[in-house]
């Protein structure tokens, strides 16, 4: 019975030491930078976004969010930048039009084309796939470049 606990024993820690020895495997995640935004009520309205930004854009309702956050480095800080693609997806001509909150934070907001640095609201009449873009690029490691755009509708 002896030998029979040491055999056994002998084999646990084998199997500990292989064990031991085999090495740590992870899956890494990746964030989106490319992609649809889902969320709004209006089906007529396609949003799609590209960029380096992780998860910049976010839908809901009538509302869309965008934001980007710089990081530091010890070579220096590194900026983010995304653009929001909206697109009129109506067989006719409609008018896009919302409101916006911004919070520049050393970044650039453009609407447009447009640079941005305080809040106020936007109105375009677009062609059948038609499209406007939004674009933000973070500037401070500390804070958000964020714009928050509301009641958006294409009528």
Known sequence: MKNIWKRFL???LCICMVWALV???SMTAFAATSGTVTGLVDENIGLSFTGDAENAWSAS????VGSATGTGGTCGDTHYKSTLTIT???TTKAT???DYAVVVSDGTILVNNTTTTANGSFSKELEAGGTVEVEIESGSTDADTKITMT???LV
Do not use: C, H
Request: glycine share 6%; hydrophobic share 35%; aromatic share 6%.
């Open 61 to 64: 309702g009538t509302q869309i």
């Open 96 to 98: 896009l039009s919302f």
């Open 88 to 90: 009129n997806n109506r």
């Open 151 to 153: 009641n958006v509708k």
């Open 10 to 12: 002998s084999l646990a």
């Open 23 to 25: 090495p740590n495997v």
